[in-house]
């Protein structure tokens, strides 16, 4: 039986390999065949990256306290107090404006901070959960949420109190529909709504009224 003649160029498969390795490592090498500077290159480099970002020097009141934060252009105030400050009671939940578990105090009204830049905090005041206990004793409307098993996953509670802090403040003793009408903002993801108006409402020292509050959506939206 007679061989099969070779085929003439084959390669063997190290051979290949070998070649193609060789293809990238020129491919590789081409900017500086070319003749391209190594600084010239790692200037391109550098123009390509996005410019830093904007930042400003700003002064506000923290929690009694007064501040200066030298903060990014872009950055919430949720952002802010979370990330840089270290105040995490303030939550982020939809981070758009609509559930309410960022809610603080800005000049004693209660807003969204995932929808305020910190940027806007120049010259304002500032209260966070963290400020209604500073010396590690639960405030009155704290202690009537315990007291009235508020709380369930504690996800939206920070944002709760805010909103009830401010109510309590404008109106000392509330019934359960201005305490619900005041917090209408703040979603509660356990439907907790009604031990939440109640907990504001003996906060306040007032009666609860018996048929208040038996909304399916009590202090939701």
Known sequence: MKNKPKRKGKISRRQFLEGTGAALVVTTALPVLH????????AETRAAQPPAAPRTVIRLTLNGASRR?????????????????????????CDRGECGACTVLLDGKPVYSCSNLAVWMDGRSIETVEGLAPNGQLSPLQHAFVEHDGP???????????????????????????ARAAMTGNLCRCANYNRYVEAVVAAGGATPNPSAGRSANGGGR
Do not use: Y
Request: aromatic share 4%; proline share 5%.
């Open 35 to 42: 003749g391209q500077p190594a600084g010239e290159a790692a």
């Open 152 to 178: 369930q996953c504690g996800f939206c509670t920070s944002g709760q109190l805010m909103a009830a802090t401010a109510l309590l403040r404008a109106n000392p003793h509330p019934t359960a529909e201005e």
């Open 69 to 93: 934060v030298e903060v990014e252009d872009r950055w919430t105030l949720a952002e802010l107090l979370r990330d840089h400050l270290g105040l995490t009671g303030t939550k982020i939940g």
